[in-house]
């Protein structure tokens, strides 16, 4: 079975520091990987996917990832944050089977404080 | 991206009634829907997977006779919650796929439940 670990439940970073968010997943084969964000009463909206190709993927809003397999991490980075980068932050990890997509196993989340 | 949209996107009913979310893909067509449900401060958990015009696939744990779900066209999904009980007061999500999405799913806006 597919896990994701997100090991700090809160971040606090202040205005302008850079930023990173631990991913870990567990899968058995190559997997996809996902950074979600989530803002209070607000759906979740796709930063970056990771599929195939360059293990460093590029996001919005100045986000990017990179896909360590040999560490099985999917860490989340940012250079310089802004206040409107606080939210909730979640990895998920999935796979496609023959049959069409599957469910997206998730982590527990980050959440992400902006210090002024 | 592709829109999801649900309704209701919030919902306070009595114990003991039924109450039915709609999941709707509004500029694609999905082969395929999940539903997620997210208790507060919480991570989001796999509850369903439902194909067009195929029974829903449940995830372990998940009542089918309580958690209905319909998924009778490409645009159209819906949850029903029968005989809701406070217990099942959360945020349910929604997402959808296309046929070659690399398991690219895309969010609904979630739907907050209440039951007094």
């Known amino acids: 079975a597919q896990s994701v670990t997100q090991p700090d439940i809160h971040i606090t970073v202040s205005e302008g520091a850079s930023l990173e968010l631990r991913c870990n997943y567990s899968?058995?084969?190559?997997?996809?990987l996902f950074w979600y964000v989530q803002s209070p009463g607000q759906g979740l909206q796709l930063l970056l996917k990771?599929?195939?190709?360059?293990?460093l993927v590029q996001g919005i809003k100045g986000f990017e990832a990179e896909f360590k397999r040999s560490q099985s991490s999917f860490n989340l980075r940012k250079p310089s944050v802004h206040w409107s980068d606080a939210a909730e932050y979640f990895c998920?990890?999935?796979?496609?089977?023959?049959?069409?997509?599957?469910?997206?196993?998730f982590g527990k989340g980050t959440h992400l404080i902006i210090q002024p | 991206g592709a829109v999801v949209s649900q309704h209701p996107s919030w919902v306070i009913c009595k114990s003991g009634t039924s109450v039915k979310i709609e999941c709707r893909s509004l500029?694609?067509?999905?082969?395929?829907m999940f539903w997620y449900r997210q208790f507060p401060k919480q991570s989001l958990m796999l509850m369903a997977t439902?194909?067009?015009?195929?029974?829903?696939?449940?995830e372990q744990g998940v009542e089918k006779d309580k958690f209905l779900i319909n998924h009778a066209s490409l645009t159209l999904s819906t949850l029903t919650v029968t005989s809701a009980h406070p217990e099942d007061s959360s945020f349910y999500i929604c997402?959808?796929?296309?046929?070659?999405?690399?398991?690219?799913?895309?969010f609904g806006p979630g739907t907050r439940l209440t039951v007094l």
């Open positions: 997402s959808a796929a296309g046929p070659s999405s690399y398991n690219e799913q895309f």
């Open positions: 899968y058995g084969a190559t997997p996809y």
């Open positions: 439902s194909n067009e015009g195929s029974k829903a696939t449940y």
């Open positions: 998920a990890v999935g796979a496609h089977s023959g049959g069409g997509a599957d469910g997206l196993t």
């Open positions: 990771y599929f195939s190709g360059d293990t």
């Open positions: 500029d694609f067509q999905a082969t395929t």
